[in-house]
C-alpha cells in the first residue's frame, strides 16, 4: 500500500508532530488493510492529510485564497483522502462553513477530535465523519529528548521530585483571556505550588508574545520561580519532542495549552489542567481530566490531591481509537 502523508499547518513545530504522527499511524496500519470493503476506497494508495490549519480555524468566517487553494487540492484526490485530526468546532452557520460542507461531502472519511465537530457536520448530513482523539497522543520523546530534559530540569532544582512544570497558554484571535487574568492565576499556580514545598518551572516559547510578558510579570513577582524555554534544545531535537519529553520527566505538572495536556496525558497520568479553549474543554470533559478554567477572574485553589496523586488515564486505549478510526470503523463515542 502507498500512503501520501500530508499535513497543513503554519506553525513548523506542529507541522513536525503531526507528519510524524502521520508516519506512526501508517506503519501500525498492515498492508492487507481492507480498503476495498469501503465504496470510495477501492484502491491500494490514499492520501492522509492532517492539520489543524487546514481550514483557517483561527479565522473561521474569512474566506482567503489559502482556504479555497486547501479545499481545490481536496477536490483533485477526494475519493482517496482521509482527513484526520480536523476540527471545524469554531465554525457557526455562514457562507464558510456552507463551502466547507459542499467539498467536505465528497471527502471519503473525515476523523475529528472533537464532539462539536463531530456533531456539526453529522447535522450537515456529512456522515463519513468519525469521532477519535488528536493524532499527537501516538508521539513518545526520544531518548535523546529524554536526556536533555532531564538535564534542563535538574538545572533547575537538583530533585525532580520537587519540581513541578506550568506551561502557558498559547494567544488565539477568538479567546477572551484578559492578559491580567492569565497572569493572576499562573501567578496563583506558582504561590500555591511553592506552598506545597515544591519548585514551579514555568515552560515558555519566546515567539508568543504574551508568555514573554506574562513571564515578566512571574519575574517581577516571584524571582524565584524557574523558567525554560522549550525551543532552546539540541538542533538533532524538534520542539515538540522536547515539550513532550519535559513534560514526561517531570511528576507534577500543570497544563495551560492542548499540545502540552496532550502530551501530558502521553505519560499515562491525568494532569492538572487550565483549559483556555472549547477543544481544550471537549478533551477534559472526555478524559475526565482535573481542571480550572484560566477565564475565571478570581484566583484558584488548585486541587492539590490531583497533582500530588494523578489518576491513571489508559492512553493505549486512546491510542486504539486512534487506530480503529484511521481503519473505517463504526464513530467513536
Do not use: W
Request: charged share 20%; with cysteine.
Amino acid at each position: 500500500m502507498s500512503t501520501t502523508i500530508k499535513t497543513k499547518n503554519h506553525t513548523e513545530p506542529t507541522i513536525s508532530a503531526e507528519k510524524k504522527a502521520c508516519q506512526i499511524l501508517a506503519s501500525l496500519i498492515p498492508d492487507n488493510k481492507n480498503l476495498h470493503d469501503h465504496l470510495k476506497h477501492n484502491k491500494k494508495d490514499y492520501n492522509l492529510v492532517a492539520g489543524d490549519d487546514l481550514f483557517e480555524n483561527c479565522r473561521p468566517h474569512l474566506i482567503n485564497r489559502h482556504f479555497l487553494s486547501n479545499l481545490k487540492q481536496l477536490k483533485q484526490n477526494d475519493s482517496k483522502t482521509i482527513l484526520i485530526s480536523q476540527t471545524v468546532s469554531d465554525y457557526e452557520q455562514g457562507l464558510k462553513f456552507r463551502i466547507l460542507c459542499n467539498r467536505l461531502k465528497n471527502i471519503s472519511t473525515i476523523i475529528v477530535k472533537d464532539q462539536k465537530s463531530y456533531q456539526l457536520l453529522q447535522d450537515k448530513g456529512i456522515t463519513q465523519t468519525q469521532l477519535s482523539f488528536d493524532i499527537r497522543f501516538l508521539l513518545e520523546p526520544s531518548t535523546f529528548a529524554l536526556m536533555e530534559a532531564y538535564q534542563s530540569i535538574q538545572s533547575c532544582q537538583p530533585s525532580l521530585k520537587k519540581c513541578c512544570l506550568i506551561t502557558l497558554p498559547e494567544s488565539s484571535h477568538e479567546q477572551k483571556i484578559t492578559h491580567s487574568n492569565t497572569t493572576k492565576n499562573i501567578l496563583s499556580a506558582c504561590q500555591q505550588v511553592i506552598n506545597m514545598g515544591l519548585t514551579p518551572i514555568i515552560l515558555f516559547q519566546p515567539s508568543e508574545h504574551a508568555h514573554l510578558i506574562t513571564s515578566q510579570d512571574i519575574k517581577d513577582k516571584l524571582p524565584d520561580v524557574c523558567f525554560i524555554d522549550t525551543t532552546q534544545h539540541n538542533p538533532l531535537i524538534t520542539d515538540y519532542d522536547f515539550l513532550q519529553a519535559l513534560l514526561h520527566v517531570s511528576q507534577y505538572k500543570i497544563t495551560s495549552d492542548y499540545l502540552s495536556t496532550i502530551f501530558a496525558v502521553t505519560t499515562g497520568f491525568k494532569p492538572l489542567t487550565f483549559y483556555t479553549s472549547e477543544l481544550e474543554h471537549d478533551l477534559i470533559k472526555r478524559l475526565k481530566l482535573p481542571h480550572n478554567s484560566i477565564h475565571e477572574r478570581r484566583s484558584q485553589t488548585l486541587d492539590e490531591r490531583s497533582l500530588f496523586e494523578p489518576q491513571k488515564v489508559d492512553i493505549n486505549l486512546i491510542r486504539q481509537h486512534i487506530c480503529t478510526a484511521f481503519q473505517l470503523s463504526d464513530p467513536l463515542h
